[in-house]
């Protein structure tokens, strides 16, 4: 059994500050990929300049990184646009979108998993409750694997016009 780095730690979110917080700090330990599941890259996170500096950290100083984004929900992407869609055109190797096929439209949580150890998940993405781990390899690789799912069954969108976006 793998033991937990001397740096674990576990976590409650209540509200906004907080899920970005732990959003910020589970970027910051990623050594190889991200997988976020949302339903509409709610812009409290995605579109905070703490959030994307951490990803331009990222992606610049690990060019190995890859991130995996599915929105179950683009129109409101669309209707108030985001700079993490503009940063992912920029590091189109890097990062890829893809809408979630009409078969899980129907989940209403949110996570955001790391390097199949880490995540940050909530039960109902319309509310910032839920919970932070840095080292839940079991949970991660659970909801991995659900995100694994619905990302085969869902088509990548390579280019914004194509995310509709």
């Known amino acids: 059994m793998e033991a937990p780095p001397a740096q674990s730690r576990r976590w409650v979110l209540t509200s ?29 996170i995605y579109n905070n300049e703490r959030f994307l500096e951490a990803v331009k950290h990222l992606t610049l100083g690990k060019p190995f990184v890859r991130i995996r984004v599915l929105i179950a929900n683009p129109g409101r992407v669309v209707r108030s646009g985001n700079p993490f869609v503009q940063l992912a055109r920029r590091l189109s190797a890097c990062i890829e979108f893809s ?59 390579t280019e914004r016009r194509e995310l509709r976006v």
């Open 99 to 157: 809408n979630v096929a009409e078969e899980f439209r129907d989940h209403r949580e949110a996570f955001l998993i790391v390097d199949e150890t880490a995540l940050i998940y909530r039960v109902d993405s319309s509310k910032w409750e839920g919970i932070a781990d840095t080292h839940e390899p079991a949970v991660a690789r659970r909801y991995l694997g659900l995100f694994d799912e619905v990302w085969n069954s869902s088509s990548v969108q």
């Open 16 to 44: 906004v500050n907080e899920t970005l917080d732990a959003t910020v700090d589970l970027v910051g330990i990623t050594d190889r990929r991200i997988s976020i599941f949302t339903a509409d890259l709610e812009p409290d």
